[in-house]
Antibody, heavy 122, light 108 residues
Framework: EVQLVESGGGLEQPGRSLRLSCAAS????????MHWVRQAPGKGLEWVSG????????GYADSVKGRFTVSRDNAKNSLFLQMNSLRAEDTALYYC???????????????WGQGTTVTVSS | QTVVTQEPSLTVSPGGTVTLTCASS?????????PNWFQQKPGQPPRALIY???NKHSWTPARFSGSLLGGKAALTLSGVQPEDEAEYYC????????FGGGTKLTVL
């Protein structure tokens, strides 16, 4: 069974940093691209970032570009999101999602984790 | 700024048929936008339904189908069930992915 388990969320002050992790199991992790998608309380979905199977291609939403960095460790079947210069508007449930393909910019997501909550507040 | 527009809400009777649409502010939606559709119920993560316009995932019920309709991506539910009541999101690719605002589907 394909499983994605996010962790690392919490309460952080504006301007500070957080690092999210996503542990993957049940599939060959390094065959697939991965994504981060977030959902602010009571709002819709927002794509945050995507990374190809070998980290050779990466994309970000304009809202996080320059502040967030996505990475992966294929040896550890793990995906990460380093979130710097946090803002109140980054408050959301952050989902890790597997892509259908090895590249993040072709097909889209199939399997999603349960998410980890990030709250940015002073 | 690129905007993906969906109907905010739709209502359908059990057993009926409903079509949700997904429009792009840049013009007609084509295959190059790789349209995806997701279903989300309260308190749950999204569940993928359709990718690349028409392709279903292994778990997607047969009553769900995707298409291009009048320059928009479309999701049609035929023979709607009460458990189809949910929020539905489309997703388009523009050199980055952009979700639509979602359609709240009520089965009544």
């Amino acid at each position: 069974e394909v499983q994605l388990v996010e962790s690392g969320g919490g309460l952080e002050q504006p301007g500070r940093s957080l690092r999210l992790s996503c542990a993957a199991s049940g599939f060959t992790f390094d065959d697939y691209a991965m994504h981060w998608v977030r959902q602010a309380p009571g709002k819709g979905l927002e794509w945050v970032s995507g990374i190809s199977w070998n980290s050779g291609s990466i994309g970000y939403a304009d809202s996080v570009k320059g502040r967030f960095t996505v990475s992966r460790d294929n040896a550890k079947n793990s995906l990460f999101l380093q979130m710097n210069s946090l803002r109140a508007e980054d408050t959301a449930l952050y989902y890790c999602a597997k892509d259908i393909d090895s590249n993040w910019h072709t097909y889209g997501m199939d399997v999603w984790g349960q998410g980890t909550t990030v709250t940015v507040s002073s | 700024q690129t905007v993906v527009t969906q109907e905010p809400s739709l209502t359908v009777s059990p057993g009926g048929t409903v079509t949700l649409t997904c429009a792009s502010s840049t013009g007609p939606v084509t295959s190059g936008y790789y349209p995806n559709w997701f279903q989300q119920k309260p308190g749950q993560p999204p569940r993928a339904l359709i990718y690349s316009i028409t392709n279903k995932h292994s778990w997607t019920p047969a009553r769900f189908s995707g298409s291009l309709l009048g320059g928009k991506a479309a999701l049609t539910l035929s023979g709607v069930q009460p458990e189809d009541e949910a929020e539905y999101y489309c997703l388009l690719y523009y050199s980055r992915w952009v979700f639509g605002g979602g359609t709240k589907l009520t089965v009544l």
